[in-house]
């Protein structure tokens, strides 16, 4: 199969709901899709096809979204795979390239979100979820909002079974709060001590304010490209290789296994991570800079081990040993994560891409991680979906 590189990546800066008036989608799209563009050195008439990822919006909103940057007539799909949304839309141009249909490709997610915590859109059908929250709510007495509760809950089960800490988790926020303040896109670049994490209001125990991640406004996009497109255009120097790439959806397990954690994503994650150390040739040992789905700090300190960083119950010991940070093993979220950058639905898969990308040409600024030259993206969407993706740059 054919190569795949990522040559150009834009974003937006991520905003509370709201914040900037007027902006709406396809001002976002224009800003993310013409910042890749310009960062890839092409134009629009180049790209072949496009897929848009977006959670909360009509039907063709894609289409809408990328006629800001031109109208080539081109194949648009349009992508909803709940949180994992971007990376899904990623996903699929990077097939695309891979299968040889294709030698230039868009990927762009964008969120239009409203304040406060994440609500159904439909109330007269089936809900996608309820498998899952009635087989949680057998385990734990159900609670809303539901998505700190399934989190939460999650994280509980880690603290009984493998002594986890509330202050192991608050940490996790305390380390990503601080890595957002270098980072210009972020929604929040403010620092919090450890007391101010835990102090913060309760929103279900163990999860404080300060440990979820916010409702946002945003996009990104990335531009993904052949090896034969990368070699005409010159663009060797800041290609980015994806050497390997998984999507696993729910197994018999996630309903089955009587356990939060599994019905988190964790079962999804860790089948894909395997996947793409073995698409890659390398271990997690290998990797330097690291981009997960912190939706809340108990996922990151799950999904340590999911990913393999360390073995079943020992995420908290990564984090007593400031091991996912900088000058640690790994620089874990260094964008500040979703907990403090935000989390667009759509975009969130994307802006991840785009960090990585950053940090393997050496370019991210203040944040970056020396001597990156190996990078994994993990991105969850309940439901479910879990995507992870591992990098190189092409010209090492």
Known sequence: MARVFVVGVGLTRFEKPGRREGWDYPHMARESGT????????????????????????????????????????????????????????????????????????????????PGSLSSTWDDREQPMMRHLLALAELHEFAMPTAPYMFGAAGREHMQKYGTTAEQFARIGVKNHRHSTNNPFA?????YSLDDVLAATMIYEPLTKLQCSPTSDGAAAAILASERFVDEHDLGDRAVEVVGQAMVTDLPGTLESQSAITLVGAQMSRRAAQAVYDQAGFGPDDVD???????????????????QLCGEGEGGKLVDNDDTTYGGRWVVNPSGGLISKGHPLGATGLAQCAELTWQLRGAAGARQVEGARIALQHNIGLGGAAVVTAYRPANR
Do not use: W
Request: charged letters at 15%.
């Open 35 to 114: 910042n890749a563009l310009a960062d890839a050195g092409i134009s629009y008439d180049q790209v072949q096809q496009a897929f848009v990822g977006y959670v909360y919006g009509e039907s063709t909103a894609g289409q809408r979204a990328v006629y800001e940057l031109g109208m080539t007539g081109i194949p648009v799909v349009n992508v909803n795979n709940n949180c994992s949304t971007g990376s899904t839309a990623l996903y699929l141009a990077a097939q695309a390239i891979r299968g040889g249909l294709a030698d230039c490709a868009l990927a762009l997610g964008f969120e239009r979100m409203k």
């Open 187 to 191: 929604q929040f670049q403010h620092e």
């Open 289 to 307: 800079v690291i981009e997960l789905h912190d939706c809340f700090s108990t996922n990151e300190l799950l999904t340590y081990e999911a990913l």
